[in-house]
Structures are given as structure tokens and as C-alpha cells.
């Protein structure tokens, strides 16, 4: 059973100087320890494994030709990262709904349930670096009530704005963004010790 | 703090043949749209280049060929006019109420003539006027000229060729395509 290793932020600023460098190992390190992180939140989002794989391969592309952009003063590498998967997988999802949506007018059928797919055991914890931190983010979530949690959730994964998500819970907008900032707030408390991502 | 939220989704192993690809992805040359725009305008700019070159090129092959066919006609006007065989005959026309002249240089020996008519008033769409070459043995065409403007016009004739001696010109008004024999209203009608 292999240990996760340890990415200090002297790690960090070691990999991102390798990687400014147009260093090609940097890249492949670098996947090493993200994709599975990047491909998971690609995957909670589009609920399709080639999609989702699609978005890394677009990530690790974006990641090579703008690394120079990444400003460490301003945030850590990985959630910049996992910032553009996210961006990148919302993108893919919007541009599914809206062929959906196409697709249903032109054919004036119901959109298709799309349905949970069958729930994939996540993989053993030697297999993927950073588990504590995803216990930590979980632990985060977990404190927060289900209303808020709901909210942060419909917000980051299904991309949903303030007036969608009240649409979608029913509730009204001005309550939705109440629960958003408090939720914030309490995840920022809650994750302010984060400054090395793995341990 | 939303940007950790990522790590709350469940990692996913990936196949093991994506990281090759991916790797392949983000490593390969950058496409670089501007370089393929500029190397598309460059090829428009070189076509519309040739393509402006050789119309230019066409245009004065075609003027190059014009003024040739100019000079050499003014060569052969020359030659007629400079003869020292050549007999020169005016003679006043009236046409349509205005007075013109049509001047003839018959050269005997190279057995043509060079016609120049002037002030002659435009023919009517269906008529057109015709020359005729007044010989031993008859009238013989000579030119038919339709004149829908108002401009000198300059024309050099092969006599006819044993068709019997020429004694002299005449002008008549004859329909567009012109006459076998002269049958309209004379112009004019003058003997060498």
C-alpha cells in the first residue's frame, strides 16, 4: 500500500516554477496527483465519464499555456485548478442542456430522464492523493444545515444562479442568498487552515 | 473559501490510457489562429496580387496588339498616300442637309484605294451607306459603311481583281445589309 505524499506549499511553488519552465515531467506529476480530483469534479458535474474526461484533457491543456497567469500570492494551485474544471465542466453542461433543449423542440418529445447514474465506489484512499483534504472540505460541508449545504451545492456543481436555485427549491431569492452567504462564511471559517492540501 | 468546494466531489481514478492522452493534448505545438489567418491572407494577398497582375498584364498584351493593328493600318496609309502613283480626288457630299467630303487615293499600281469620308450625317438604323467601284464591266461593290455616329471614317480598298478596268467611285444609300447593285439614292458619282 503506497502513502500519499506530501505537497507542502515549497512543494507547490516548486511544481509551478518546473512548470514555468516548460518543464514536461512538472505536467505529468501535476496529473498525477489532480486528474483524479479534477476528473471527480468534472464527473459530479456532467455525470458522463467521457465527458468528464474530456474536461481534464481540456484542463491539463489550459493549465500548460497559462500557467504563467496563476499568481500563487492570489490563491494555491489547486483550487485554481479545480476552479477551471469546474468552469470547463459547467461549460459542457450548459452546452448539453441547451442542445436538450433543442432537442426537445425540434422532436417535441420530454426531455429524456437522465437520471442518477449507479453509484461508483470512490477508490481506495492509497489510490488517490489528498483524501484528508476531501474529509476536511466534507467535514466543512457536513456542519453546515442541509437548506445551506443544498445551496452550495446547487451553486457549485449544477453551475445554478441565485434565481435558479430559487427556482429549483422553491424558496425565495432573497433567502437563497441569504443561506449562500451565511454558508460561505461558515466554509471559510470552517477551511482557513488550509494551506497545504495534502498531509 | 468556495474554491476548495472542488474537493468535495469523489475522486475518480482515471483510466490509465487518459493521461497519456491528455499529456499529448497540452504538450502538442500551440495552434496559433492569428499565424493560420495571416498565412491565409498572405496567400489571398499573393492571388489577388497575381490575379491584378495579370489582368494588368492581359489588358496590355490586348493594347499592345491594338496599337499594332494602329500602326500597321497607318503604315498601310502611308504607303498609299506616299505613293507616287497615287491619284487624289475630293469630292463635296450633301447628306442629311449638311455639306461633307469624301477624299479618294487610288493607287494604280497596288491597285487600292484609300477612302476618307467626312461630315457625312448619320444613317438611318435600317440604312447604311455603300461604295461602289465603277468599272468597265459594271458597278462592283466596293464597302459598306453603316454610320450610326457622326466621325470620319477611314477605309482602304482592294480594287476588284478581273473585274475589269476601274474608271471611277460612286456613293449610294442602300439598306443596312447592303445591295448586289446600287438601288438607292445616290451620295455621290465622280470618275477618276
Known sequence: MTHPKRLSQEDERSLVRRLKARDERALGELYDLLAPWALGVAFRILQDQDEAEEVVGDVFVQVWARIDQHDSR??????????????????????????????ARWEQATTAELGDPAPEPPPHEAAVQGWPLHRQVHAA?????????????????????????????GQPLGTVKTRLRIAQQKLAEALQHLKDWME | MTDWLGMAAHPKIPRPELKERVLARALAPRRRPWRLAAAAGLVLLAGAGAYGWYRTLTTLRLERDRLARAVLSLQDTLALV????????????????????????????RHRWLVRCDGLAPNEPDQAYQ????????????????????????????????????????MTIEPRVGSQQPKGRVVFHMNL
Not at chain 1, 79 to 103: E, G, Y
Not at chain 2, 147 to 160: F, G, N, R, S, T
Open chain 1, 74 to 103: 492570489r490563491g494555491p494551485l489547486v483550487p485554481w485548478i479545480l476552479s477551471i474544471a469546474r468552469n470547463r465542466a459547467l461549460d459542457a453542461l450548459r452546452r448539453r442542456r441547451r442542445w436538450w433543449r433543442k432537442a
Open chain 1, 141 to 169: 460541508l457536513a456542519t453546515l444545515p442541509e437548506e445551506q449545504r443544498r445551496v452550495v451545492l446547487l451553486a457549485y456543481f449544477d453551475g445554478l444562479t441565485h434565481s435558479e436555485i430559487a427556482r429549483r427549491t
Open chain 2, 131 to 170: 461604295i461602289w467601284f465603277i468599272t468597265d464591266r459594271g458597278m462592283k461593290s466596293a464597302a459598306l459603311m453603316p454610320m450610326d455616329h457622326e466621325q470620319p471614317m477611314v477605309m482602304a480598298l482592294d480594287m476588284p481583281k478581273g473585274g475589269g478596268r476601274v474608271m471611277g467611285a460612286a
Open chain 2, 82 to 109: 506616299r505613293s507616287p502613283d497615287a491619284k487624289v480626288v475630293w469630292v463635296p457630299v450633301t447628306t442629311g442637309g449638311r455639306v461633307g467630303g469624301v477624299t479618294i487615293f487610288a493607287d494604280t499600281t
